[in-house]
């Protein structure tokens, strides 16, 4: 098991590859992926359906399906312990919905329909609260079913305070409602309520405002970055929304078919995009001067994968070591990482912009 000290980065996947076993054949759908986290920081992970994006964070949570999903390589390091040395039970005891929550991409299928919002957060509480002492969290002492009231009224109080802190009116009345008596945006309000309740050090956010309209959405990305900052808690954002991504995110990865393309701070993704892919990507955004331009090409089959980077079929800077194997990260500039034998030059983006 390895341990390490306190660092600025609180998440680092290193040289992570996932595969799952489907009825086509063995799908390798993370390959040899790279991803850091620092603390208090709000990390967007950016590409199209099918890119990995939900498989890394259920990697990350530890609830990939046992029967199909296979981690064939590579170390999660949460807080100096590499997970993947831990067992699945340890996992849930004192990582899973304590040190690392999340946040569903639709909240009124996370909510069970036939008990009232209250009953849900507080059996949340019951098992997950900040309140309990550390020898509870190894082996609780009381019995299965028993709640001790002590705690019981500190954790209500805490409940009372986190839905005023993201903004629900009449907590007490919000709590005794069922879940389809409130709007999306409350019930979405209500899960970063949940996610934020046990005190965690790293939210996970899966899509979590593409089930919102526009104006619900700006309303819920500027709470959770007022809270983020509040709580001092660092939050991994998937998405495939780059307008998203710039409002909230202090810096971006992008993946395509399973590998990680690039990483940069958000001023650097948006203003200095390096890789072909990210290029493209971002060209592909509606615009008065370009109108809307795809991306040539099709996504690759996972089953099959082309060799070497995965974008290669479509890239227009394509050589052939492209075509031979995968490059190892460079350093393109300040805190800009990118994947590519053959990235955009700045002559090229001011081509094309």
Not at 210 to 238: E, P
Not at 262 to 284: C, I, K, M, V
Request: proline letters at 8%; a neutral charge; charged letters at 20%.
């Amino acid at each position: 098991m390895s341990t390490s000290r306190p660092s600025d980065e609180l998440l680092q996947v290193r040289d992570l590859s996932v595969s799952f076993a489907t009825d086509g054949g063995v799908a390798r759908v993370l390959d040899h992926v790279n991803l850091t986290i620092g603390r208090g920081q709000i990390v967007g992970l950016v590409g199209e359906s099918g890119c990995g994006k939900t498989t890394l964070a259920r990697s990350i949570l530890g609830v990939l399906p046992a029967n199909s999903a296979r981690i064939d390589s590579g170390t999660i390091d949460f807080d100096g312990t590499n997970l993947l040395e831990r067992s699945p039970a340890w996992q849930a005891q004192h990582i899973r919905g304590r040190q690392i929550s999340f946040i569903p991409q639709d909240p009124f299928s996370s909510f069970n329909p036939v008990f009232p919002i209250g009953t849900q957060i507080m059996d949340l509480m019951k098992w997950k609260s900040p309140e309990l002492r550390a020898d509870e969290k190894v082996r609780p002492s009381w019995l299965p079913g028993s709640y001790p009231k002590a705690r019981r009224e500190a954790d209500y109080e805490r409940v009372l305070t986190l839905l005023s802190k993201v903004q629900l009116p009449e907590p007490e009345a919000i709590l005794k409602k069922y879940p389809h008596e409130v709007s999306g945006g409350q019930r979405q309000r209500l899960m970063i309520a949940m996610a934020l309740l046990p005190d965690p050090k790293l939210v996970i956010a899966d899509e979590a405002t593409t089930a919102l309209d526009v104006t619900i959405q700006a309303q819920i990305l500027k709470l959770l970055r007022a809270l983020a900052a509040d709580f001092g808690v660092s939050v991994l954002f998937t998405t495939h929304d780059l307008g998203t991504a710039y409002e909230i995110c202090d810096r971006i990865t992008v993946m395509y078919a399973g590998q990680e393309m690039e990483s940069a701070t958000s001023d650097g993704f948006f203003n200095q995009p390096t890789h072909p892919y990210t290029n493209s990507l971002l060209r592909s955004l509606p615009s008065r001067e370009r109108g809307i331009q795809g991306i040539p090409g099709e996504i690759p089959s996972l089953v099959n994968p082309p060799q070497g980077c995965r974008f290669n079929p479509r890239c227009g800077n394509c050589i052939s070591s492209c075509r031979e194997g995968r490059p190892d990260p460079a350093n393109v500039g300040a805190d800009h990482m990118v994947r590519c034998f053959n990235p955009v030059s700045a002559d090229q983006r001011a081509t094309m912009a």
